[in-house]
T-cell receptor, first 111, second 117 residues
Framework: TQLLEQSPQFLSIQEGENLTVYCNSSSVFSSLQWYRQEPGEGPVLLVTVVTGGEVKKLKRLTFQFGDARKDSSLHITAAQTGDTGLYLCAGARGSQGNLIFGKGTKLSVKP | NAGVTQTPKFRILKIGQSMTLQCTQDMNHNYMYWYRQDPGMGLKLIYYSVGAGITDKGEVPNGYNVSRSTTEDFPLRLELAAPSQTSVYFC????????????????FGPGTRLTVL
């Protein structure tokens, strides 16, 4: 059973389009992180969200944590080819838990 | 700072062979982690360490061993390689105050791609 479900699994779009990817769970998380992983490299942290309903913006990327802290979304405005990569969400369940990773959304942005 | 370094980058093993994956960090982080990433399966935690001399099992520890004799190094040992251990292995580190690991940024190495035939 996957604790964190990410959708879609794959996404291929043209440069300039907008997109949203989702990270859902039936469990409550104390915090949630989003990482981006490029081919042949390790994941790199984009953002951490902590408070239910929280919205964080990182240039063209907007991250939202659900009110109940069970889900999160990542919205990219005007996608660029440099946004191509695997987007992973990872949740923590308080002080005793390690990060639990979703399977990721593989994004391909074509010129 | 080099960050987190891993060696080797690639390795092919025969069934039953053993090997050690090396991981070193130069950021004076107290926490270190080993993950494996299988195609389409995300990252699974193998072992982690909260400081020198302390290690603990993660979600998928069977077939692996670790040690943490120094703050900088966290090697992962495969004793009897099996085809099921074919994967990409990532080492990561973070500085944690121990309150909530979800608040800590994990820094990942570039990975070791291991194939067991």
């Amino acid at each position: 059973t996957q604790l964190l479900e990410q959708s879609p699994q794959f996404l291929s779009i043209q440069e300039g389009e907008n997109l949203t990817v989702y990270c859902n769970s039936s469990s409550v998380f104390s915090s949630l992180q989003w990482y981006r992983q490029e081919p042949g490299e390790g994941p790199v942290l984009l953002v951490t969200v902590v408070t239910g309903g929280e919205v964080k913006k990182l240039k063209r990327l907007t991250f939202q944590f659900g009110d109940a802290r069970k889900d999160s979304s990542l919205h990219i405005t005007a996608a660029q080819t440099g946004d191509t990569g695997l987007y992973l969400c990872a949740g923590a369940r308080g002080s005793q838990g390690n990060l639990i990773f979703g399977k990721g959304t593989k994004l391909s942005v074509k010129p | 700072n080099a960050g987190v370094t891993q060696t080797p980058k690639f390795r092919i093993l025969k069934i039953g062979q053993s090997m050690t994956l090396q991981c070193t960090q130069d950021m004076n982080h107290n926490y270190m982690y080993w993950y494996r990433q299988d195609p389409g399966m995300g990252l699974k935690l193998i072992y982690y360490s909260v400081g020198a001399g302390i290690t603990d099992k993660g979600e998928v520890p069977n077939g692996y061993n670790v040690s943490r004799s120094t703050t900088e190094d966290f090697p992962l040992r495969l004793e009897l390689a099996a085809p099921s251990q074919t994967s990409v292995y990532f080492c990561a580190s973070s500085y944690s105050y121990g309150q909530d690991s979800g608040l800590d940024e994990q820094f990942f190495g570039p990975g070791t791609r291991l194939t067991v035939l």
